[in-house]
């Protein structure tokens, strides 16, 4: 009966044995054909570390196994083959799978936050300012609070491209973007709305709309191209939940139309010459 007892626990071993060699055996085949295809260099690394990991972990279950039938030394079956090969292969493969989750994590949060960008500006995309904006105007909703939109147009950005080139304009959208960044608190949303336009969401109450152009003209720098300096100015408007509108559309319109009324203001103040 003892005999027979030995002899189940024997074939348990040798079974569990037997299965871990086929997973590792069907791992290994499974990323070698995972593998035919060109990867970056850091996941070619971590991809040929799992390889060089289950090729150790094999070969040791490999001895172990075989010393469930055949004479094999203690020291080459125990201390070699499970203790030092399958060990060693298994620690590889961790550490192999650490790494590329690592980077798979970095990879998406560089995906998102691509994007989520404006790839001239490094502001905020459309899409981006539209989420937070629907989820501060949730929150208000729920609240009982406001917040604030803000429309932005860089001033003769036609005349800019025209007569400078597209470089130029170029420029300067980044250094009104930069002036814009410089002129909001840490939590709002500056976001490139398309072309020359630019919006700004304040979760809170926000500035006021003269507090506003004023911090923008400080920072607001020249260009300067082809030796000479092109002074840099942004016509604003600015829409609060609920008074000016009870969604964001609504918002954006209302400050749409008061950021124009700026801009007239000022081509009639530079026809009178003042």
């Known amino acids: 009966m003892a005999l027979e007892r030995i002899q189940v626990v024997d074939w348990l071993r040798v079974a569990c044995k037997a299965s871990k060699l086929v ?3 069907a791992s290994m085949i499974w990323l070698a054909w995972f593998s035919r295809r060109p990867r970056p260099g850091c996941q070619g690394t971590m991809l040929a570390g799992m390889m060089a990991g289950l090729a150790l972990a094999l070969t040791g279950l490999s001895v172990d196994l075989l010393g469930e039938f055949f004479a094999i030394p203690y020291i080459v079956k125990r201390v070699v083959g499970e203790l030092i090969l399958f060990n060693l292969g298994t620690l590889l493969i961790a550490w192999s799978a650490a790494a590329m989750l690592t980077e798979l994590a970095r990879a998406s949060c560089r995906y998102q936050h691509e994007a989520e960008r404006d790839p001239l500006t ?9 989420d937070a904006a629907e989820r501060a105007l949730e929150k208000a909703r729920s609240s009982g609070r406001t917040f604030a939109v803000a429309v932005l147009d860089l001033d003769g950005m036609k005349a800019i491209n025209d007569t400078y080139g597209h470089q130029c304009g170029d420029e300067a959208l980044r ?3 930069g002036a814009v960044l410089k002129s909001v608190r840490d939590g709002d949303v500056v976001a490139r ?3 020359d336009e630019f919006v700004v969401l304040f979760p809170g109450k926000g ?8 911090r923008l003209d400080k920072h607001l720098k020249a260009v300067c191209f082809s030796g000479e300096e092109i002074p ?3 016509s604003v408007g600015l829409a ?3 008074a000016d509108g009870k969604d964001v559309d609504t918002l954006l319109a209302v400050a749409d139309a008061r950021m124009y009324a700026d801009k007239e203001a000022k081509r009639d103040c530079k026809r009178s010459g003042i």
């Open 175 to 177: 250094q009104a973007a």
């Open 240 to 242: 609060r939940f609920p």
């Open 207 to 214: 500035p006021r709309e003269e507090t506003l152009r004023a």
């Open 232 to 234: 840099l100015s942004l």
């Open 122 to 130: 490094g502001l905020y995309n459309r899409r981006a300012f539209f």
């Open 193 to 195: 709305y398309g072309g």
């Open 23 to 25: 997973i590792y055996l």
